[in-house]
């Protein structure tokens, strides 16, 4: 059985994912040329017993979204790969549908998995170029087989890879080893030691040509499908193909145990975290404390743009932007909040990461007359505005501060906004949506 | 040069460990018996270039502490270890020396490290049985060597090594291996594969019988000392001594990349938002709310104990939890969270982790009246209060609920206390202490 869910005989455009979406990535999508045809499989059958977790890894969650979106979402975003096979168990496969509705995937093709980690690879090999009815499909040139637990992988390692594997018939990521690796006896006591030099730990992505690895899998024996771990050995053994072997970067590490979770979310975390933008409104108070939130914000590491609005070209920011600091001085505040919840949900900027708004009220006036107040004595609005905007993936927070004219504690407050923002940002948490904080 | 911070030739009394510092382990403290003298080798020369940090990774910081303190406190809550000598690059000194103090370690010895990590193993394990001045010294009879940047090792493994070190002379924790092993040609491409089945990756702890480890040094090359990677290998090479090799636990895992000191965070937070407690002052209102809180916190995977004060045995309590909810019904709350205060601060109780403490105000009167009311409409006395205890390692934030006859906006506001309750408790955040926040 396969389910569909993109055209994936066809070229996707390049150019067809956001430049906002490729500042996830350290490189820009779309700046590495492969001018054939290529194809991924991710086998996602595993049950992640080592994760302690009762939910297999790469369904685990993190920032409301499961590791293997991330994964595909790392694919996806690279024009020149056509589409992705995912190979997953039966009992996953609703689950599976469910998630690649629900984060808009195109370019995916499920199957399912084999008995083992071999037979779904070469599952997920076989249905690129045969359909299950048995039609035949433009199989690609070359076959990149990935782990759908390693979510970081990035597009210029992806085309090294896929133009090794293009000239050599096979390439692999290798890694230095992190431990020495000794021989044991069948006592248990130490037999000898490897030179660590002459070793190298080897890791995924792996790229093939695709009759390499078809081939291979067609070749080899059913106790390489039951026993086997390494896809580069098949191809040398059954094809006569030394893979050529290049080092990639530390991101390739695959998510293994719970503590790797909280890995890869501190990781996406502060992707999303390096820079906010401050939308003033374009009075001069608000701007005064827009560009004081810039120089103590930025001495936080977090670099922040400031404009008055959110029209013209300045409406770039919603498309670019994961962080937005809503500057009022006066009642409306709801107006424009709710203009920006508007314009991120038309844009659907929120579907992949959740999008963080801080509504700062500067109160300029001499008297006690506080943000509760310029709500209309309401502060249950904003609450209730936050959790219909939690629902949609915003995190909406409010900071209130008093214009003191004192220069002292003018700056006390603004770098206790600057700090707070920062913390907002960065730690993205659902529970606190919706309070009015004091500055 | 060496510098002294316990008395390490005399053994530390068992029971010296709160049993509320052994509860951050899975076991307890002490269950172990060794009748004999066992000391620790941690080298932490290391310039930890591959985190891409500044700072070398052992002296990395999260919630407040060096990696290295959460090493050096895991074998000092340890009875049976005697001293733990640790081994530090010249520059970093002054910065291991103001760690020890500031985080009253005990039964701690400073020396050099040499340019090699072998060289400054071997200065390590010498300055156990000589001093500076080369006068003897008692010298253990097992020798444990350790990474600084393995945080997480539990006492019941340190005990399997040790035995096995006293038996066999040596031994050392195993793992599986992560990832297939592969030789490389001098070209780069695969030249074969290992059969994972029969290597292992050796990792930290090892235990030697000091004898051995130190005759092993004393043999050994220069080639050794300059390249070699395994001490285990030197015992088996100069003493003839066959290492036991022990299967480890996952946590033995090393600090390498930055994203493994967020793993490591959130392994800690993890251990120190397994409970909380709640004081209730008796109040019929206050111990309702709470133990709506208690069901709603369990929910959430949270363990709270309710109690009606912090006299007579439950001030236990103040030296066995992490995380405090004052639950406040009338305008005294700065007595209650002041005496709080001063009693963590008199137990030194901050020290190692930081203490959350929530205080909720519950409103129970019809009108208007707020917390900031309650608090002589001075919200500012509360930021005050949290800034002074922040400087104490103790984390305070306020959250304030209306007591609703109707049922459901009861649930919802009791609903919102928990889950803001287990984010703060959770985050740690430092940014957001002082804060008021609304149910």
């Known amino acids: 059985m396969q389910e569909e869910t993109g055209d994936m005989d066809r070229p996707v455009e390049p150019g ?68 992705i096979v995912v190979v997953v168990a039966k009992e996953s496969l609703d689950l599976m549908m469910d998630i690649i509705h629900r984060f808009h995937h195109r370019k995916v093709l499920v199957v399912h998995g084999g008995s083992t980690r071999h037979r779904s690879i070469f599952n997920g090999v076989r249905a690129l170029s045969e359909g299950e009815d048995g039609t035949a499909r433009v199989k690609p040139k070359v076959v990149i087989i990935h782990d759908a637990v390693r979510p970081f992988v990035e597009e210029d390692f992806l085309h090294k890879i896929t133009m090794a594997a293009k000239e050599q018939g096979a390439a692999g990521a290798i ?24 070793y190298r730990a080897s890791e995924m992505p792996q790229g093939f040509i695709y009759d390499v690895i078809y081939q291979a899998y067609q070749r080899c024996s059913a106790s390489d499908f039951e026993f086997g771990t390494e896809c580069l050995h098949l191809a040398l053994q059954y094809c006569g193909t030394n893979a050529k072997l ?13 503590r790797d979770l909280a890995a890869a979310e501190s990781i996406v975390k502060e992707t999303l975290s390096q820079s906010a933008c401050v939308i003033t409104g374009g009075s001069a108070q608000a701007t005064e404390l827009a560009n004081a939130l810039q120089r103590s914000m930025g001495a936080l590491d977090m670099e922040v743009d400031v404009i008055s609005d959110l029209i013209g070209d300045n409406a770039k920011s919603l498309s670019k932007e994961w ?65 219909g905007a939690k629902l949609g993936n915003i995190l909406l927070y409010g900071i209130q501060l008093h214009h003191s004219k004192e220069a002292t504690l003018w700056g006390r407050s603004v770098e206790r906004v600057a700090q707070m923002s920062c913390a907002l940002i960065r730690d993205r948490s659902p529970a606190l949506t919706g309070q009015l904080l004091q500055a």
Chains 1, 2 share one sequence.
């Open 175 to 198: 890694r230095p080893l992190v431990s020495t690796v000794i021989a044991t006896t069948l006592e248990g006591y130490l037999d000898h030691s490897l030179e660590r030099t002459k």
């Open 323 to 387: 962080n937005f600091i809503q500057v009022s001085v006066n009642n409306y505040w709801l107006s424009e909040v709710g203009e920006m919840l508007s314009a991120l949900e038309v844009a659907d900027r929120a579907l992949l990461h959740p999008v963080v708004i801080i509504w700062v009220y500067l109160n300029v006036s001499n008297d006690d007359s506080s943000a509760s107040e310029a709500m209309g004595g309401e502060p249950a609005a904003m609450m209730e505005i936050a959790t």
């Open 246 to 258: 290049i080092e990639g970067p530390p991101t390739l590490w695959k998510v293994t145990y719970k």
């Open 16 to 83: 067809h994912f956001s430049a906002s979406e490729a500042r996830l990535d350290k490189h820009i999508a779309g700046l590495c040329i492969v001018d054939f045809p290529v194809a991924v499989v991710l086998p996602a059958g595993g049950s992640g017993e080592r994760t302690g977790l009762l939910t297999p890894k790469q369904f685990c969650t993190f920032l409301n979204r499961p590791l293997i979106s991330y994964t595909i979402q790392t694919f996806e975003r690279v024009p020149w790969i056509q589409s």
